[in-house]
């Protein structure tokens, strides 16, 4: 069983910037896919960073391109988001996830509100 716990939410003014980190709980450097998803009220949960094992190729959602930038430190089984430039619409509960061949785990999600 992975546990991932997250931490670096919280409240930020518009253009402002705050780092999420994800620490879990197994060696994660030769099985787990890492990225980071949110979930804004009302919305479905959509996935904004992923990252490879090796840390070698990432994928973005479009809304957050330029912005935001994932990174994993296996040595470490830690995995953040570096948010900059960040909008009111980036206010969601932000969710660790690690993926295997066959599971998906989640950390219990940590909140990001975004002022205007």
């Known amino acids: 069983q992975v546990q991932l716990v997250e931490s670096g939410g919280g409240l930020v003014q518009a253009g402002g910037s705050l780092t999420l980190s994800c620490v879990a709980s197994?060696?994660?450097?030769?099985?787990?896919?890492m990225g980071w998803f949110r979930q804004a009220p009302g919305k479905e949960r959509e996935l904004v960073a992923r990252?490879?094992?090796?840390?070698?190729?990432?994928y973005y959602n479009d809304s957050v391109k330029g912005r935001f930038t994932i990174s994993r430190d296996n040595a470490k089984n830690t995995v953040s988001l570096q948010m900059n430039s960040l909008k009111p619409e980036d206010s969601a509960v932000y969710y660790c996830?690690?993926?295997?061949?066959?599971?998906?785990?989640w950390g219990q999600g940590t909140q990001v509100t975004v002022s205007s």
């Open positions: 197994v060696r994660t450097a030769s099985v787990y896919l």
């Open positions: 996830n690690a993926r295997s061949i066959t599971t998906d785990y």
């Open positions: 990252i490879s094992v090796s840390g070698g190729d990432t």
